[in-house]
């Protein structure tokens, strides 16, 4: 059954199993400090135009977050999301689990702006309450939607006038840069951000994440907590490779982009059939609304999440695209669409 | 240049990578719920001889250790441990950082019998200090040496008449498994653990650690802890695969048994040579004591660790071989030990 | 200056001081184990009318509170709030620095009921969210209103059928117990929680909060996690002699009654001036909207906190009582409303 | 029965109780905001003759550590502390409930010294391993040992060579500024140590710590951290009148002299009758070693603990004076242990 459900279902583009098995031989330094590692450090300070940075690859985005709040706060500070952030909801309290309050603002296209923040701010006023000092941002958002060059520097302003670090949690990284015009680059990201992670496991790797560190008072010692959150894996050289291989070329950015492609694609088509969209995602998750009976029918042949009820009888689905869709898989949800829609 | 300092240097079983490939493209269910990690459950439902097990799969050692122990244990509980353990020593404090303290025991061949956890129980015997509840050791122990059947047979009773859970790091439980006469299979390990985990880094995986937790009341939501640790990865089945190809024939053991049996090959070299040993360790780890002008050549054309000062102009050296050491490798390192012995 | 800022301005009823005083020279057992805690205990038996309870003498409310919940949750468990719980915003993230994450329900009269709590739980579903296993309510809640007996058997039953632990922050609990029909007393306390506490600071202690434990299954080994927390006072009979003091003959009862009293004396005075109030409650603690220039006006001669913004030109103020509060204090505030609100 | 078990059995001088009672009507600022806890900070600035300091009061001690270290270090940040230490063994695993590792050091003294120090440094040298931060010591010792300003000298030279912290547990820092020659002042302290606490519980208080912050870099929203652990005590002008009480004019110097004056007594009383010591301590605390059946007779009357066993039928003991002890009482167990050791 073909499956809309998420971007991390299938494997990794071939050409990063290609390289692992190529170098697999060989006796790597361990825990990160191998030359693939190493080689995508350099890449990275390429494309980013700086030596100033620390990267760090990470298993995964719930690791990563954890472990980067964790590290980067006082014991009273508490770090501010949009309800709908994934630290807020979708990682278990793992944030908490470290001592940390998150504090949420509603949001219904899952971006923050620094007028939301501010009342956090002003709110916030005095020690018996937590401390907000850092905003937790996705780019791109759980619902799909993209911070611009043009959000990022007015919440980067934002951020370091009142103090706050701003932190980018990547997990679709890729989906966000290859999203169109006023997509962020790499540059941008590094600029704007004081730490934020380059999604791998959602864009063709294996697993993976590499977590960026800019702001200089962030780095120091940053080793330790990752060995202290079990984040330092032994082999780490298997996550450096597949970065390597992504950002060789242009990989990276060319997955991403076909999974927008493909979303695109799918959200085109299904406008031209009459969908409403309960949110105007220019990346590689969409949310049509669709008739119940439609999406019954419909889950018989296709995989996908119901995300919420819309008006009566119909419900927003969400539907993923990844690096992987085949442009056939979506001709044929859209052909079944437009049966069931015309017989409804 | 040729190293022995660990048994991770090298990447996965050429099967494992095969396996990967094979089954790339497929879209899987996330979050460890695929195929393959199904089929690995099954199997060892199988050669444990029960039903009555979980299993999670975890990325790496540290992750597993700091979940287990912060899982099964309530705020003022603490776990004992070797002084040479990995948790009390090599873990950068990772279980402290969840809240719970270790308390050693000192112990020159790296294990716990009964009888060195019993004035520990006495000690802690009211309020103002920690309550041990938690046994953890490690199989093999870090520095190579095995327990037996017999061993765990008796450590398990103790710990049940205590109300202790016995907690098994099987980083190296290949190791142990196939170290010859009284070794423990895995029926044994799950007869005499509540929990222990089958180390597959450093026995010819890319990474992971089987989690097996047996004990009933240990088991209840595990996966939510999984999940607030950040160590359910969303590509589980690259984990499931593994340990499916692992357990499919005798690999898994296969490979472990080349690892002791090349370390073996090496020890009864060096003792030929005259060598003593730190430790008696049947494992794939050993500890020969060598001159330290010795040491200094050798470390020009081989990689390892030195251990620990001995007598005055010797040192104990750490080698460990693992799944892909060959036995060139070994000769090669013997045929210079003996050189450089005799000049010396 | 008259302040009805709080109810912790003044110290301790004048009996508390005597029988500190009287009983000062006396070598007591030290941590709780002391006469005058025992007494107590003995006492509150009597009045709950059984044996099967624990009790457990803390110095304030937030330790009370961090103590209780992270001793009686699982690290992926959390606690339901009313938004305007203590826990939820005045407490610096005391919940969350033990780990877990509090969820919070918006309330406006401070109040939960259970049909407030099952949509929280229909949402928290699956494992990678954390999982709602206590419901933390106040009574008084923060912001004067009373949970009667009803709404306490009801929210009992509804926890018990969920498996939720019910968990009642009695910093106010005499206000609560006398604050008019329908209020609960300690049996029905002990009936209808797990576990509450009986506050002393906010009722005529010099600090101390009570902490009854009911659930059997949460009594176990408390003592090493009270002292684990710091709140295990070395002469602990200080906290001890204290509620037995409160608790020889009815002065606790006493004692909130009169600060319900002047409070509701108060808000009479203020209803006869045609004020309008905030929410309705009974207790010590009363929401009257005036004019914003009255409390401009107000604010020179006596001290007590604006609470919100009301309508155009107008707040609600928060105007709370205490077992010392004098009628001519009341008397003069309201004497001065009038005067200010026939100009205004 | 008397007591020599501790320096907590009795109550607070009376002095104190006279102050809080002639205070006690007063309508005073909350959390430590009164005119109290502000007279006492000014008096700290005369006494220690420097203004940069902070001070807060804390209700206990062990309740200081855990906030003390939890706010200075990182999270992979450890303590280093004598394996007698309080926070090595009887605070209940506190300082690692906050995340915090304690690498302790054998002692006989109960004092660590630079050269003891060195050894730990070197061994923690990388990201595997805990990085330790900070110092623990107590002044005076558990086991009634005293820094002298030389060695406190000493160890702050140390400390800040190497990028540590120094903090002192001043439980009983009464009695070591009162021990005699070469022994610490206040001055001292403020000038060696980054932070101590001048310790009230066990002289002459109902209860309460002082903590000073002297290192600019460590005070930093503090109060958020004495919230966040629950140490805020909403009537916090009671500890501030202790405190400002036993700082007017000498009476915490006086308090401390006569327990160390009766300790001392004692102990030349004891060796009078021949009677060895474990350890030669100039406080309030000694260790005399008697035979077990002279022991077990005057456990009949008087209480006190056994501390260890000593040479074959003979054991050490821990007999504690306080501000309280009268010498009548010293004078009835040396009376008695004279009949015993006579008989024996």
Redesign the interface.
């Known amino acids: 059954m073909?499956?809309f459900k998420?971007d991390?279902?299938?494997?990794?583009h071939?050409d990063i199993?290609k390289a692992?098995?190529e170098?697999?031989?060989?006796?790597?330094?361990?825990y990160g400090l191998d030359r693939h590692t190493k080689a995508f450090h350099e890449n990275l300070k390429k494309r980013i135009g700086s030596e100033d940075f620390d990267v760090h690859l990470i298993?995964?985005?719930?690791?990563?977050?954890?472990?980067v709040i964790?590290?980067f706060l006082?014991?009273?500070e508490?770090c501010i999301a949009a309800d709908s952030g994934h630290i807020s909801?979708?990682?278990?309290?793992?944030i908490?689990?470290?001592?940390?309050?998150?504090v949420t603002i509603p949001s219904r296209d899952g971006k923050l702006a620094p007028e939301m923040i501010k009342p956090v701010l002003v709110y916030h006023h005095f020690?018996?309450?937590?401390?907000p000092k850092l905003v937790y941002i996705s780019n791109t958002t759980e619902v799909g939607t993209v911070y611009s060059v043009k959000e990022m520097e007015a919440l980067s302003r934002f951020c370091r006038e009142q103090g706050l670090i701003l932190y980018v949690d990547g997990a679709r990284l890729g989906a966000a840069m290859t999203s169109g015009e006023g997509a962020p680059t790499l540059k941008d990201m590094a600029r704007y951000a004081d730490a934020f992670f380059i999604g791998g496991?959602?864009n063709g790797a294996?697993?993976g994440e590499a977590l960026v560190i800019v702001n200089h008072d962030l780095k120091e010692?940053f080793?330790?907590?990752?060995?202290?959150?079990?984040?330092?894996?032994?082999?780490g050289?298997?996550t450096g490779i597949q970065f390597r291989e992504l950002f060789k070329d242009n990989l990276y950015f060319d997955l991403a982009g076909h999974a927008n492609e493909m979303a695109q694609y799918l959200a085109e088509g299904l406008k031209t059939l009459g969908c409403p969209f309960l949110v105007d995602s220019p990346s590689n998750q969409i949310f049509p609304i669709l008739p119940d009976k439609v999406i019954e029918k419909l889950l018989e042949e296709f995989?996908f999440y119901i995300w919420e009820k819309a008006e009566k009888g119909f419900s927003a689905v969400r539907l993923i695209t990844s690096w992987?869709t085949e442009k056939t898989s979506v001709d044929l949800f859209l052909s079944r669409c437009r049966e069931l829609l015309q017989k409804s």
């Open positions: 073909i499956s998420n991390y279902s299938e494997g990794a071939p199993l692992i098995t170098n697999n031989a060989f006796q790597e330094e361990g298993s995964g985005g719930t690791q990563t977050n954890l472990l964790s590290s006082r014991p009273h508490a909801t979708h990682e278990t309290g793992a908490e689990a470290t001592g940390h309050k998150v020690e018996h309450m937590v401390k496991t959602k294996l697993f010692e080793r330790f907590l990752v060995k202290q959150r079990g984040a330092l894996l032994a082999k050289w298997v995989q992987a």
